[in-house]
């Protein structure tokens, strides 16, 4: 039972350079999302879904675009890679928006230099 | 809106002695409130929820949290804490109203324990 599975698991970019991070659940959960996980700021919302072919901005959505085309994928791209765009990114998923347990993938440490 | 307020950036506690973390929230209607935990270098887990049952929640590995909402806290305990509880813990807040984040998440709470 893979659960949430995100690839890769690390990188390292030159500013400017683009690349897009996979999230892929197994669940058939509805909800998906992007966090970026930074020093004593908890996880900040970058984008979400609620579903197939949709997707929302949520607090910190400036310099990443995403895409669900399938219920299972939820992909978080970043056009022109920056210094600050140096974090750890997290995806989730869940079957509800209220109530209901998040479940999150291992994390993809990203460099940008 | 909806945030999420962890009163302690970090904690440490000797082994077998009870573990408090704090947690303070701001809600407009009644909320749902979670603590995860992430152990260095992985995802998170959900340790508790509360959702409007009862005040008191228990959880995974021991972990219990009351909501009060008096207080508009939610904070975790312990009675003993182990070795592998240390990691870093983070609170979260969900309601239906901020139409652009359903899960807040507090700045985290980093536990060690001491042998």
């Known amino acids: 039972n893979a659960g949430v599975t995100q690839t890769p698991k690390f990188r390292v970019l030159k500013t400017g350079q683009s690349m897009t991070l996979l999230c892929a659940q197994d669940m058939n959960h509805e909800y998906m999302y992007w966090y970026r996980q930074d020093p004593g700021m908890g996880l900040r919302l970058i984008h979400y879904?609620?579903?197939?072919?949709?997707?929302a901005k949520g607090e910190v959505p400036d310099g990443y675009n995403v895409s669900r085309l399938k219920k299972q994928n939820f992909l978080l791209g970043l056009e022109s890679a920056a210094p600050s765009q140096t974090s750890v990114y997290f995806c989730a998923s869940k079957e509800s928006r209220m109530n209901t347990e998040a479940f999150f993938g291992q994390g993809t440490r990203l460099t940008v230099v | 809106a909806q945030s999420v307020t962890q009163l302690d950036s970090h904690v440490s506690v000797s082994e077998g002695t009870p573990v408090l973390l704090r947690c303070n929230y701001s809600s407009s209607y009644s909320p749902s409130l979670f603590w995860y935990v992430q152990h260095p270098n992985k995802g998170l887990q959900l340790l508790l929820k509360y959702t409007s049952a009862a005040t008191l929640v228990k959880g995974i590995n021991g972990f219990e949290a009351e909501f009060k909402k008096s207080e508009t806290s939610f904070h975790l305990t312990k009675p003993s804490a182990h070795m592998s509880d240390a990691a870093e813990y983070f609170c979260v807040v969900s309601d239906l109203v901020d139409d652009n984040n359903d899960m807040r998440f507090g700045a985290g709470t980093r536990l060690t324990v001491k042998p």
């Open positions: 879904s609620v579903g197939e072919g949709t997707t």
